[in-house]
């Protein structure tokens, strides 16, 4: 069994940043792929970020790149999320989730392990 509890959520205004954790417990932590997703009111959950094991592939949703960057920090059982230069758009539940592949998924179905999400509010 796998736990992930996310933190660091809140109101920023546009142009803020936040800071967002995602702590892990139960199996093993540093051989898993793990993602970040969002899910806005009336919206599909989108993908954000992805990081593999190791910490040498990410990937980015275009509509992130160049503002939010993905990390992990194995010996913590930590993935973080840093989000700069927000916008009212970024508006959502973040949900950090865990692949249980090698491989950085982008789709919500390759991930089998969720946590229940944080909110992000960004005010204009």
């Known amino acids: 069994q796998v736990q992930l509890v996310e933190s660091g959520g809140g109101l920023v205004q546009a142009g803020g940043s936040l800071r967002l954790s995602c702590a892990a417990s139960g199996r093993t932590f540093s051989s898993n792929t793990m993602g970040w997703f969002r899910q806005a009111p009336g919206k599909e959950r989108e993908f954000v970020a992805g990081?593999?094991?190791?910490?040498?592939?990410?990937y980015y949703a275009d509509s992130v790149k160049g503002r939010f960057t993905i990390s992990r920090d194995n010996a913590k059982n930590t993935v973080y999320l840093q989000m700069n230069s927000l916008t009212p758009e970024d508006t959502a539940v973040y949900h950090c989730?865990?692949?249980?592949?090698?491989?950085?998924?982008?789709?919500?179905?390759?991930?089998?392990?969720w946590g229940q999400g944080t909110q992000v509010t960004v005010s204009s």
């Open positions: 990081i593999s094991w190791s910490g040498s592939t990410k």
């Open positions: 989730a865990r692949e249980d592949t090698m491989v950085v998924h982008t789709t919500p179905g390759a991930y089998d392990y």
